[in-house]
């Protein structure tokens, strides 16, 4: 009995592990005060809040790095296909292949920025040509 009395006196005396019993009291009871919960949490985010910054200047940087990669291959598209219609001014043939390929590659492109909203100026018109050309070629069978 002289130790749980030496205990009872020693809490008694420090008022934090009263504050530290009420806390674990609220904690349990089933009303929804979450004390260790809400402390655990502001902890971590204290202790995290450095890392959290990291990651939020990270999915920054990704953003546009992905921005900048869709601008990339909108652009290569956008020139292979005029390089082709130009091409095709010029009076050069193409195979069944090339055309297929471009054919899907302008389909792939109108999409894209359709998704996007970017601007396509000039390429309405030559998308218009290449698709009428292309048709015209595939009803003749007249590919190289």
């Known amino acids: 009995m002289n ?3 030496s205990i009872w006196e020693f809490i008694k005396s420090n008022p934090g592990f009263i504050l530290l019993g009420g806390i674990t ?6 009303i929804k005060i979450d004390p260790w919960t809400k402390l655990i949490k502001w902890l971590g985010q204290l202790l995290s809040g450095h890392l959290q910054k990291q990651l939020d200047d990270l999915t920054s940087d990704m953003m546009c790095i992905k921005r900048d990669l869709d601008n990339k291959v909108t652009n290569d ?5 005029l390089d082709f219609s130009n091409s095709c001014k010029n009076g050069r043939q193409h195979t069944r292949e090339e055309w297929h390929h471009v054919i899907s ?10 998704s996007k909203k970017f601007v396509n100026g000039v390429m309405v018109e030559e998308s218009k ?10 009803q003749k069978n007249d590919f190289l």
């Open 3 to 5: 130790i749980l009395a």
């Open 25 to 30: 009291l609220v904690q349990v009871t089933p």
């Open 77 to 81: 598209m956008r020139w292979n296909i």
């Open 105 to 114: 590659q302008l389909a792939e492109y109108e999409e894209l920025i359709e």
């Open 129 to 138: 040509y290449l698709k009428e050309l292309y048709q015209e070629r595939n």
